[in-house]
């Protein structure tokens, strides 16, 4: 082969790899013209795009009355309950009542045997008989004795002996006077009687029960003096205060409920419960309440007219404050609020200032949605 050949190969060789890269550099640039453009006319889309939203993501402002009220629970209790004991000891013999009868302050419900008290008493009078005539005599000998003695026909010894003598028996009088009292007073308390206006609600004694002194013989209630005692948990205690409106329904009366009072709180809770007992007072009586009964009812916290709100997850917070953002003109506007207070279990919040009714906000706190965000309405599906 010639060299003149040779060049020639070679040349059409480098022709040939020329064409080949050329090519390939084009194609590619092609590629890049063609990415960009994408990437142009999606920044484009972006800018012009909207943001669908559901009519359950938004909300229209409405003025309305608003009622808070605080879920309870509890049960009924008697606050005057007696216990009624025997001052004397000995037999039973006479109970005067059952359970579930009622009873009224004064009356006799049982009596111990006082057979052995009546001559107690009875012999404690005679020996203040004789103390009141001995010491009656005392006093007739020593006026003898002093009208002898201004005439010194007497010593002054035996006057002594008589002063003293009278002071004796007026000390062994008013001893025998405390014991004929004490034992009139163990007379009278064989007599049980009722301390209280009431209802029997337990008896421990029957006739012939032998009982000691301080024994329990009745258990009297006053029906009028029920109260509601119910628990409330610590994280709601501050909202609780002495006079609030409480409505309640008594289990097995519940066709009718029973309005209460805030009365009391306890100044502590309790310990492994966290809880706090708040205690109601019944503003009306029905008979047919029972202590022990369960009840069921709501606490008026506040009440008020005309007032807007929110869902508390439409308020947004950054620097500046509390916002909500609004709808206007298809686009979403930061609006500055005011918040009250919280409703509802945390789940609404009265907004003072900033929103009037009929203004529309967002509702889902999602990150894309954001002050400048153009916004559409689409249906939902059935």
Not at 122 to 144: G, P
């Amino acid at each position: 082969m010639t060299i003149r050949w040779k060049n020639t190969l070679v040349r059409a060789a480098v022709m040939v790899g020329c064409g080949y890269l050329t090519f390939h550099v084009l194609t590619a640039s092609g590629e890049v013209a063609k990415g960009f453009k994408r990437v142009q006319t999606a920044d484009l889309a972006s800018l012009t795009s909207t943001f669908e939203l559901s009519s359950s993501e938004v909300f229209v402002v409405t003025a309305q009355p608003a009622v808070d009220r605080l879920r309870v629970s509890g049960a009924l209790e008697l606050t005057n309950r007696v216990v009624v004991r025997a001052k004397t000891g000995g037999l039973i013999v006479d109970v005067a009542l059952r359970e579930g009868e009622p009873v009224k302050y004064g009356d006799i419900i049982a009596r111990v045997d006082s057979r052995d008290l009546e001559f107690a008493l009875a012999q404690r009078e005679a020996d203040q008989a004789v103390a009141e005539a001995e010491r009656q005599l005392a006093v007739q000998a020593l006026e003898r004795i002093e009208q002898l003695g201004a005439k010194n026909i007497v010593s002054r010894e035996r006057l002594e002996i008589a002063r003293n003598a009278l002071t004796v028996s007026e000390a062994r009088l008013q001893s025998l006077l405390a014991q004929t009292s004490l034992a009139r007073t163990a007379l009278q308390d064989a007599e049980i009687r009722s301390p209280i206006n009431g209802v029997v609600s337990r008896r421990h004694v029957n006739v012939g029960s032998q009982v000691g002194r301080d024994a329990e013989i009745f258990e009297i209630v006053d029906t009028g003096s029920l109260e509601v005692r119910v628990l409330v948990a610590t994280r709601d205690i501050a909202r609780i205060s002495a006079g609030q409106t409480v409505e309640l329904r008594v289990d097995g009366l519940e066709e009718r409920p029973v309005m209460g009072e805030v009365v009391r709180l306890n100044p502590v809770a309790t310990e492994n419960a966290r809880v706090v007992s708040v205690f109601i007072r019944l503003l009306s009586r029905d008979d047919r309440l029972r202590g022990g009964m369960f009840v069921t009812g709501a606490v008026l916290l506040r009440q008020v007219q005309d007032a807007i709100f929110v869902p508390s997850l439409a308020v947004r917070t950054d620097d500046e404050g509390d916002y909500v953002l609004k709808v206007t003109d298809n686009r979403l506007l930061r609006q500055p609020v005011s918040k009250g207070p919280i409703w509802k279990g945390r789940q609404m919040a009265e907004i003072v200032r900033g929103l009037v009714p009929g203004d529309v906000i967002v509702t889902v706190p999602l990150p894309e949605l954001e002050p400048g965000v153009a916004v559409t309405f689409v249906a939902e599906a059935a």
